[in-house]
């Protein structure tokens, strides 16, 4: 028994002093540096646009305008432009040069506004444009977003008494050359079998005066530019719009394809007026909500956080001086087409999607 004792303590001595001795003591590892907070999350990188660099070297924005469109483009008594077209213009020099007067307009024709963006001449073109498919792709043109929803339609004496524009059978109808109009009020009559002649004017101009001395029966355009043009005759009251909306016309600033960032700074400048609007923002109350907001997607859209604007090469606040000094959406379309207008016409496709009477205006999340 004490043999077998001896021998099991042997054994468990010598298993002792075999196995490993205790690992030394080690110090925690220190906290690793704070990482200070990126712009943007990882994985995003600041894009280069040539026109951007060119526009701040020269201090002003190229921008192309209707000669003469109330509403859209037109000089004031003292000479200044106004419009809805034209405050695009303004609010892409805001959100680029910080200020919003930083804008040299050229007036273009229909039949030149192409050509004169493909040669570098201008930096945007705004100049109640309409999207199409063989414009966007066999021009090499961008139209980064839609401004402005509108459809083709007729302006009549009232005094013919017309209901609709299948009425307008042998009619003589006033358009202008060189515009998607031309092509649409052909399709128009042609399916419906009806017959009409078209008086071609080689401008807007010239279309309403034809139409005004009676050298026409019917002027054909868009339905928001027959309404600036019926802002303008003698007698404005005299004169309907038709209820017949004849295509769709997206309408919207222009850019070349051969600048996609470019693209996105025109696109995203006009999202910021949206969403100014969506979150309740408006020129006179911008600046105390960059001070008080807590809502993250006002504070990012007003460059309080994440300076998104990096991205585009843009300072914090682009967006926050494209509210400041041009305004939300609402505040735009109300003075320059709206209610503060001599046009006078309702929000109605171009009102917010979430809006009581919804619309299809809608900007991605700034996030």
Partial sequence: MIRRLTAIAAAIAFLSACSRPPAPETKAPEAAPAVKARSAQAGYEPAESPTLKAVKARGYVACGVHEGLPGFALRDARGAWRGFDVDVCRAVAAATLGDATKVRFTVIGAQDRFGALQKGQLDLLSRNTSQTFAREVGLGVTFPVVTYYDGQGFLAPRSMGLASAEELNGARVCVQEGTASAGNVEDYFRVRGLKYRAVVAATEEKARQLYEAESCDVFTADISALAASRSLLSNP??????????????????????????????????????????????????????????????????????????????????????????GAYHEIFRRDLGQDSALRLDRGLNALWNAPAPGLMYAPPMR
């Fill in 237 to 326: 009251n005299g004169h309907v719009i038709l209820p017949d909306v004849i295509s769709k016309e997206p309408l919207g600033p222009v850019v070349r394809q051969d600048d996609p960032v470019w693209a996105d700074i025109v696109r995203w400048t006009v999202y910021a007026t949206l969403l100014g609007e969506e979150l309740g923002l408006s020129a006179r109350t911008v600046e105390q909500a960059r001070e008080t907001a807590t809502d993250p997607e006002t504070r990012r859209l007003l460059g309080v956080e994440g300076d998104l604007g990096a991205l585009l090469g843009l300072k914090a606040d682009w967006a926050f001086q494209v509210i400041r000094q041009v």
